[in-house]
């Protein structure tokens, strides 16, 4: 009974401190800014206390949103005020859930008060303009390596959350030159800079019974660009998004109309379905803020020459143009037989050629035309070459759709012949950014950077066509597999307020790792991967042992992602190469470093 006694003076003493620092903190208003909210459970009064002190965030900060004021000229300032409320809310799934918490009282009857210091509101708002920051700088890095819908993306996903900052209109970059420029005027420019610098001309016109097929040449500054999302108009809506690779692009009718010598794009720079996948703080800005238009992201595809150079570095490892006349039994030579390939796609019609493919090569065929709508858009630049006891067929552009998603991806195919001249593989070829970085290599041997190659390309193709066997016998049984995910940096009471991103890393074994990948291959329509960015090592005194750094975008149905991939690649072996470690994370560590060969 005593102990009980000394418990209710304990907790009527310890409630009495609480409610004398919370009038404390009330009465100090040019200290402080709160809220205060009474419901059924904490979470809702949590959250109806946190919606008070917004608002006084709000009106604390209203005023430094020039950016939002000079959209909003023409409304009123209820409009004004109630969009500045609206975009600081963006912050509550982040920093201001990091700000000081009371509960009162406990459920049924509970009560929370919030409250944080004004000095400390700009902390707040700190995360973001570093986030702001890396977008520009992922941008900058995309642009010049001509990855132009990764730039236009970064950009403008930099500018919308500039909208959302009270800072905005005062933060800078620092260019190449060490000149600073303010982001509010210098990334709307370089967003128009790049769409006046695109070009797309129509190179070739090919006509089926149920629909029309116009190839496109797209460059920015006169040169291919490595990848471009758009959409064109069909008449009577704008299309589904089409993602250009190497230059080459696409559109369709549905019927074989008149020719046509011009056609409308539209330069896709919003990515809202990137962005809702992708980042959770930008999904939200983009829910607040109406969509800043940039209206010559329209233009025109217009009549040009008939063809499409998509010379490839590759064709520098090219020992032979490989001739089989006298060498083989079948009276087809190689360009035959893809010609033969090409055209049944057309027709699909996937039994007629069945002769034409290994048992293996085969499976493989019909697997990649379940990958989606297959259409050949090209082959006029084929090359061969010599690789392993087999015969490397590249330069077949082809585009891929699927029934259930508003997206269309352009790929190069790969065919591989083995010594009876039979298709024994089919794999989807690199971004030429990827292969060039592999090929300045020029200290190693051919065999082995076209083994790195092959062996990439495979990768890419096993996660499009859900080849779970194959990603099961590249991986050792002891393979270091570590995947990270951002994650906000859990306050401490020495710091409630801290919001940096940090990366939270799960440690998979083999057998953990690929029944996660079931999981996925399970739960999507589709899987794209795109590589870029490439940082290649070789591990010392281990053979033919090497670190492969490369940016990896990730693209499903349900989701999508960008980071940074590590794989360590034994090729001692190289009809067996096997991956020793693969680590991924969503950003590089603040030192611009990733995981690599010296961490293993």
């Given amino acids: 009974m005593r102990a009980f006694l000394l418990f209710v003076v304990f907790f009527l003493n310890f409630t009495v401190l609480f409610s004398q620092s919370i009038e404390s903190i009330k009465a100090d208003r040019r200290t402080y800014l709160w809220g205060e909210a009474t419901a059924n459970s904490l979470k809702k009064a949590d959250n109806l206390a946190l919606d008070m002190l917004i608002s006084q965030i709000s009106t604390e900060v209203e005023a430094k949103f020039t950016l939002i004021k000079d959209e909003n000229i023409l409304d009123d300032d209820y409009s004004y005020s109630e969009t500045v409320k609206s975009v600081v809310n963006t912050y509550s799934n982040a920093s201001l859930t990091n700000t000081e918490r009371i509960v009162i009282s406990n459920e049924p009857d509970a009560k929370v008060f919030r409250y944080i210091k004004r000095s400390e509101i700009d902390k707040i708002f700190k995360a973001r303009k570093q986030k702001i920051l890396g977008f520009v700088s992922n941008a900058n890095m995309a642009l010049e390596n001509l990855q132009i819908a990764d730039a236009l993306r970064?950009?403008?996903?930099?500018?919308?959350?500039?909208?959302?900052?009270?800072?905005?209109?005062?933060?800078?970059?620092?260019?190449?030159?060490n000149e600073e420029q303010l982001l509010s005027t210098w990334l709307p420019f370089q967003l128009q800079s790049i769409f006046g610098s695109l070009d797309a001309k129509i190179v070739n016109v090919e006509k089926f019974p149920s629909f029309s097929q116009y190839i496109l040449n797209i460059t920015y500054k006169n040169q291919p660009v490595a990848n471009f999302d758009y959409s064109y108009w069909n008449g009577k809506d704008w299309s589904s998004i089409i993602s250009a690779k190497n230059g080459l692009g696409f559109v369709e009718f549905s019927e074989a109309s008149t020719e046509l010598n011009e056609i409308n794009l539209k330069a896709e720079y919003l990515f809202e379905g990137e962005a809702k996948s992708l980042d959770n703080e930008l999904n939200e800005v983009y829910n607040k803020l109406e969509p800043a238009i940039f209206r010559n992201s329209y233009f025109n595809a217009s009549l040009g020459k008939k063809e499409i150079k998509q010379e490839t570095e590759i064709v520098k490892l090219e020992t032979e143009l490989v001739k089989l006349e006298a060498e083989i039994e079948n009276p087809f030579s190689y360009?035959?037989?893809?010609?033969?390939?090409?055209q049944a796609l057309v027709k699909d019609d996937v039994s007629s050629i069945k002769d034409l493919f290994s048992e293996n090569g085969y499976e493989i065929?019909?697997?990649l035309i379940g990958f989606g709508r297959a259409r050949v858009l090209g082959k006029d630049n084929l090359r061969f070459l010599n690789f392993d006891d087999i015969v490397q067929c590249r330069g077949i552009s082809m585009s891929f759709s699927f029934a259930n998603n508003t997206r269309s991806f352009v790929e190069d195919l790969v065919l591989s012949f083995d010594k009876n001249n039979k298709i024994c593989d089919i794999t989807l070829g690199l971004e030429q950014s990827a292969i060039n970085d592999i090929i300045a290599q020029d200290s190693w041997s051919e065999s082995i950077r076209l083994s790195l190659i092959d062996f990439m390309e495979h990768y890419k193709t096993a996660f499009a066509l859900k080849n779970l066997d194959y990603i099961n016998s590249i991986f050792s049984d002891d393979a270091i597999i570590i995947t990270g995910w951002v994650l906000k940096a859990k306050p401490s009471r020495e710091n409630p307020?801290?919001?940096?991103?940090?990366?939270?890393?799960?440690?998979?074994?083999?057998?953990e790792y690929l029944r996660k990948l079931q999981i996925s291959f399970r739960s999507n329509e589709f899987i794209n991967l795109k590589f870029s960015d490439n940082n290649i090592r070789k591990s010392g005194g281990k053979g033919d042992v090497y670190g492969l750094q490369i940016q990896q975008d990730y693209f499903s149905s349900s989701y999508g992602d960008s980071g940074y991939l590590f794989l360590l690649i034994d090729f001692n072996d190289t009809v067996n190469p096997t991956i020793h470690v693969r680590t991924w994370q969503p950003q590089k560590n603040p030192d611009g470093s990733i995981y690599g060969v010296q961490d293993f």
């Fill in 154 to 177: 970064y950009y403008y996903w930099a500018y919308t959350l500039l909208r959302s900052h009270p800072d905005g209109s005062n933060i800078k970059v620092k260019l190449n030159n």
């Fill in 335 to 342: 360009q035959e037989i893809v010609d033969k390939f090409c």
């Fill in 365 to 367: 065929y019909k697997q």
């Fill in 497 to 511: 307020y801290l919001n940096n991103d940090i990366v939270k890393y799960n440690h998979y074994t083999k057998e």
